[in-house]
């Protein structure tokens, strides 16, 4: 700025030099000295046009220099992205090898935990079948082989209901309940005074605080064990001497949500006793299920093992067991023949296979109940108001291998 500033002031001097000077102008001191500030001003001028052509000069080599430096730097931007891209590949690379062999352990472990999961099942099967075998271990080698006879013990009106001695007591008492959904029990001094009301002494009678529900009651060590009606699944164990509930349970796997046999039509639940103690069988969860067979702790009312069994619901008219096997009594027409078509046993010693067709005496309709009496090795039953017993034919079962 101060360069143009003395260049315009210069160019003042020299216009005035061309005009008509004044009067003190003709004076030779006069134009001495202005010819000296002239020379002061042109000597100024050169200094400032130097000056900026220096700063020119300065400009371009500075240019030239940040144009060098601007190269280099994309000169090494290029190679650090080059960098950055090489070292993200070799991450990559790296976290796929280390995918790998964290597959490869996990793959490891789990072959590891499957082999070891497949030990334990193992091991478990074989304590399982163990335990199995143990809580059926009685002194019991007996399987059905046919119907020897049958006696009709009583004739009545009622078309269902249940009768029954204690399975395991030796008591001569004979126990009578009418109907599917009763609370009152008739007490016989023995089977003479069932078979002829007007014997002496007279039935004693029974009013339980609870009803019962079907036909599927039993009668062990001198507790009566009934489905509680208007429950899906509760088991009543009651005292009938001090005439009070002793215990409860809920049956699980699925009891009380169908029939346990299509052809008696009030029993959800069936409880049976044989050399082994308490089961229940009742449908399982479908509507056209199987059966489902469950062994129970007659003390504690709880459930010691349950099995899936291959007997379907569908035409079963009653089940019974004898020495820890199933035997399912069907009736396909409703008027007979009533037959046993299926068998089933816990411990495979006993299959269907094996067993000859086991036939019922014709009836006129089916069995409301047939239930073991382990005590005297008969069947109970009660058909279209008969009370009957049919003696058994059996032979040894084959030895467990």
């Keep these: 700025m101060l360069a143009l500033r003395r260049a315009s002031a210069f160019r003042v001097l020299i216009l005035t030099a061309f005009l008509p000077l004044p009067q003190f102008a003709q004076d030779p001191a006069m134009v ?3 010819y000296q500030r002239f020379q002061v001003l042109e000597q100024g001028l ?4 130097q000056a900026t052509r220096e700063y020119i000069e300065d400009f371009r080599e500075f240019s030239k220099n940040i144009s060098v430096m601007l190269g280099r730097c994309q ?3 290029g190679e650090y992205k080059s960098a950055v891209h090489n070292l993200a590949l070799r991450v990559e690379r790296a976290q796929r090898e280390i995918d790998y062999l964290e597959y490869l352990r996990e793959a490891e472990a789990c072959t590891e935990s499957e082999d070891k999961m497949l030990a334990e099942k193992q091991v478990q099967g074989a304590e399982e079948e163990k335990r199995i075998r143990t809580l059926l271990n009685a002194s019991c080698d007996n399987m059905l082989m046919g119907i020897k006879s049958l006696k009709i013990v ?4 009622d078309t269902d209901g249940s009768w029954m001695k204690d399975a395991v007591r030796d008591s001569p008492k004979v126990y009578f309940l009418i109907g599917s959904r009763n609370n009152t029990v008739w007490e016989f001094a023995n089977i003479r005074a069932f078979m002829e009301d007007s014997t002496k002494p007279a039935p004693r009678k029974l009013i339980l605080t609870h009803s019962w529900q079907g036909t599927g009651q039993v009668i062990y060590r001198g ?3 009934f489905h509680s009606q208007g429950t899906p699944n509760e088991i009543i164990k009651y005292n009938l001497q001090k005439r ?3 215990d409860r349970m809920l049956l699980l796997g699925g009891a009380g949500r169908a029939l346990a046999y299509p052809h008696s039509p009030s029993t959800y639940i069936d409880l049976a006793v044989d050399e082994h103690g308490l089961w229940a069988i009742h449908s399982g969860p479908s509507i056209h299920g199987h059966l489902v067979l469950t062994k129970i702790e007659p003390d504690t009312l709880g459930m010691e093992h349950s099995w899936d069994t291959p007997c379907r619901s569908q ?5 019974f067991l004898l020495c820890g096997v199933l035997y399912v009594v069907y009736n396909s027409g409703g008027l ?6 299926c068998v089933y046993d816990p411990l495979g010693a006993v299959i269907e296979e094996n067993l000859p067709n086991v036939f019922f005496p014709r009836r006129s309709r089916s069995h409301s109940m047939i239930h073991y009496n382990p005590r005297d090795k008969q069947l109970y039953a009660w058909n279209d108001g008969n009370q009957i017993i049919y003696k058994l034919q059996t032979k040894r079962k084959q030895p467990l291998q």
């Design 223 to 225: 507790f009566l064990f």
């Design 75 to 77: 000169t090494y931007t």
């Design 244 to 246: 009070t509930v002793e």
């Design 336 to 341: 007979g023949p009533h037959r046993i078509a």
């Design 32 to 34: 001495h000295y202005i």
């Design 315 to 319: 035409d079963a008219e009653a089940s």
């Design 154 to 157: 009583k004739k009545t009106m």
């Design 46 to 49: 050169q200094k400032c046009t």
